[in-house]
């Protein structure tokens, strides 16, 4: 880092960094991270230079280990879904939706719980949110960042299952909150072409009619 | 069978060898008496004659007579190892007291330096009246049993050796010889792991020879015993032997007695106080001493003097295997136990904190419980003191807190960990993270056993409010709101849910208690004052900001320094309630005062802070909790100290590899925490800024690493906050 011609580069948010310029540094080639973390700043990197470019983000750098790459985009998600939840904390009440709904055609139970139960909706986004850093940071599953055993890769899968529904209940009953989080970071885009590509959830799971309102303007489906 | 070995009698009066020589010679002579006893017992093949029966009855007389003898002599040397024992039994008794003595004079010694140490330094009289009386008492409180006390009482190792001649000799009068204090020897010997157990079982089977004088004409006793053969070989160079263990022994008790004057010499070096207080503790020291000394004196008449010495004995024995037992099981008890226990001697001094721990109220109540426990720490004392001399004076003048181990891992963010605050009272913390969340961590609820690591933490709740990195984050002296600062320039107060909630309840609105709205740019600092309820905030909008949370409109006052840009971090000044020192990102350190909002005191970095004001920019400032001392981390990887009277730079240090992010100063202000970006976090002693500790704790995401680390202000834990997205606690 240091050697490199002088005006060496250090990417650091020192204390009284404006939020404007808050991780606003120069791209680092993925080849010259040697950080064990380097995937997500990669992953991170990416996301911040267009977060509507979802392909390009979706792209793993060359010799990539796919189960490390699904692993870290997971925990992006994760992550970024905490501001879908911050919106919904204020609008969507257990009073209002008592039960964690999309369609009509399924009400989701709580599988934070010991017998799964019908919490409401915001417990049910708070739980599986919770539940998923608890599984994602388990020392037992996922033990190192930069390689992870095929039996945990599996784990994954349902991780996504249970966070879409959160983008679905978001869409089908907070539709103002969904599109508002969904402009700024076109997560549920991101989520669902995630999904598909790495094949994570089946496509009945898909209830978000947004890809397709994209691709080939139909409407519903 | 016998009877022809009658006309051998005259050969049987040895020894038991010619009796299997006689069974040889049977045969031949049995062949004379056929003839002489035909005519009385014609009918018998062997004829019996007077003569040979009266030899017969002779002869098993005599044998009758010596096997009697074989006995007593048998009996005598039973006798002989039973008072053995006894010796024994009585020395190790006089061993633990020993021991337990002294762990209370180190104790009381370190308790003494404390408070001495704190009333020269901060002028302030401790609560430790209450602790010291009872404690003095205790030691010299006994009449002193040997006379000419007074003449050892000079610190030399010279005078130990006459001390241990002495009693020795007192040892001698009541009746036990050298045996026992080698037994005694043995043992503080194999507590101090200095002793292989063979050569001491094979000390205690000799010894017995020794104790009762026995003449090497028992050697035909010992013969029934096969399995004392060896011991034939022992009894000439026995005594020379025994010579040499003492004197082994002697080195080793002495090293050990070494350690114990050279850590209290060391504290004498070590400090820059005037000759004043050296002759106080030196003064202290021979106290001490001969407290040490009439304790041993005392408790060696006692030992003798005891009559139900049975139960007793029993129980020391059961002390010892227990103890070498401990000593066996590793370091990690030790490490475990010690810190702890330290610092609850070291926690009876803190003002308010009235709650000693569990293990130093045992030490002072029960014998037993002590002993064990104690000699564990002073094992690894004295372990330590060979092992790392370098680090033993800073340990030993440390008086508590040893070495951090990582004990329990923090893992649940996705992101790094900005911030990080324990609990004022309970071992609970909560955690800010760029991941927008905040956690609430529980340290005595652990992940069960179901993952390999049983210190992993499971976070018991989840604070989301934020809608970017949270910053900051500063915990009320009651443990019940903390306030966090986020890139979202917003400042939210948060009620503490109980630490023992179920992480996955239903959701309660009420966990956010309000925001304090003011700050347009991201909130980077955040200070509490317990006293006067008040919070200070600083933003990279340029402003310091003064809040009373409680009130209706929360913000006071806001404060700004045009010239210097944005403040980095804040503090209030602890021993000046009404004051703050402020960073700001010119690497300017301002101190305020909060009513007037004036400048008060510009502490100066220096004139070569202009050339490069970003490469020097302070990352942290934290006010020392009782004197008049600001700390600074800096960018340029220096910690820099600063009077808040004059302004002047008293210390400057490059203290890490890289920039240096966070500080904490322990609640005595004794101890310094740092934390870098080079992935280390530093524990340094604040009386001569030597490091006393380093420990590798986090991973870097992109070129950072470290951004916070904290004490707790009651119990002996330190944390780190890495941008690894984990926390760290230590014990």
Known sequence: MKMADGST????????????????????PFEEMDSTLAVQQYIQQQIRRDPANIDLILTPPDAQDEGVWKYEHLRQFCMELNGLAVRLQGECHPETCTQMTATEQWIFLCAAHKTPKECPAIDYTRHTLDGAACLLNSNKYFPSRVSIKESSVAKLGSVCRRVYRIFSHAYFHHRTIFDEFENETYLCRRFTAFVTKYNLMSKDNLIVPILEEEGSGETDA | MKIPSSYCGPTMEDSSPSQNHNGQLGPSSGGNNIGNKQNEEGSQRTQYSIPGILHFIQHEWARFEMERSQWEVDRAELQARIAFLQGERKGQENLKNDLVRRIKMLEYALKQERAKYHKLKYGTELQQGDVKPPMFDEHSGPEAPVDGEATFTSVSNVSWRQGRQLLRQYLQEIGYTDTIIDVRSNRVRSLLGLNNNAEGEENLN???????GNEPSNKRACESQGRRTPAKKTPPPASSLAEAMILDTQAAVMASFDFLAQSVADMDDDDDMSDDLDEAQDDEQDD????????????LTEGMTTDDVDREAEEV???????????????????QSDPSDWSGTGMGFQPGTGHRRQLGSALADEEVLDSTLGLGELAQLTVNNEAEAAYDITATKESYRKTWNAKYTLRSHFDGVRALAFHPQEPVLITASEDHTLKLWNLQKTVPAKKSTSLDVEPLYTFRRHTGPVLCLAMSATGEECYSGGVDGAIYCWKLPCANIDPYDSFDPGVVTGSLEGHTDAVWGLSIHSQRLQLLSCSSDGTVKLWSPSSKAPLVSSYSSEQDGAPTSVDFVRDENTRMVAAFSSAHCIVYDLETGKQVVRLETGQDVDNNIVGRQI????????????????????????DNTTGKLVHAMVAHLDSVTS????????????????????VWNLDNKTCVQEITAHRKKFDESIFDVAFHASRPFIASAGADALAKVFV
Not at chain 1, 9 to 28: M, Q, V, Y
Request: glycine letters at 6%.
């Open chain 2, 317 to 335: 024995l059961n002390e010892l295997n227990l103890l070498s037992e401990t000593e066996d099981s590793g370091a990690d008890i030790h490490s």
């Open chain 2, 206 to 212: 000799n010894a017995p020879l020794q104790v009762n």
């Open chain 2, 663 to 682: 500080l904490a100063v322990d609640p005595n202000g004794l101890y310094l925490l740092s934390g870098s970006h080079d992935c280390s976090i530093r």
């Open chain 2, 619 to 642: 990352n942290r400032v934290v006010a020392h909790p009782t004197l008049p001392l600001t700390i600074t981390a800096h960018e340029d990887r220096h910690i820099r100290f600063f």
């Open chain 1, 9 to 28: 580069i250090l990417r650091r948010n020192r204390p009284g960094t404006k939020a404007k310029d808050f991780s606003r540094w120069p791209d680092e």
């Open chain 2, 288 to 299: 001490v001493k001969t407290a040490k000394r009439k304790g041993k004196g005392l408790m």
